[in-house]
C-alpha cells in the first residue's frame, strides 16, 4: 500500500480504501487509460468503446461489495 493509501492493481486500476472509525467503509477504483466498458467484460467493438482494461474483474468487485455468493 501506498502512503497515500493507494493500491495499484493489476493492469490499469487502482484501488483506494477510505477508512474512518464510526462510518462506512468506502473503497474506490480507477481505471486509468481503459475505455468505456466494464472492465473484465468482452472485448468487442474496441472502435467504439476504446482498449479494455484486463487483470481486474469489475463485476466480481461488485459482486464482492455486495456480498453476493452464487449458491
Known amino acids: 500500500m501506498n502512503a497515500d493509501g493507494t493500491t495499484a492493481g493489476e493492469g490499469q486500476v487502482c484501488r ?3 477508512r474512518e472509525s464510526g462510518l462506512a467503509p468506502v473503497t474506490l477504483y480507477t481505471v486509468v487509460g ?3 466498458q ?7 467493438m ?3 468503446f476504446g482498449n479494455p482494461v484486463s487483470g481486474f ?10 456480498d453476493l455468493t452464487p449458491g
Open 16 to 18: 483506494t480504501d477510505y
Open 34 to 36: 481503459g475505455g468505456h
Open 38 to 44: 466494464i472492465p473484465g467484460a468482452s472485448t468487442g
Open 46 to 48: 474496441r472502435w467504439v
Open 57 to 66: 474483474d469489475a463485476t466480481g468487485a461488485i459482486a464482492d461489495f455486495f
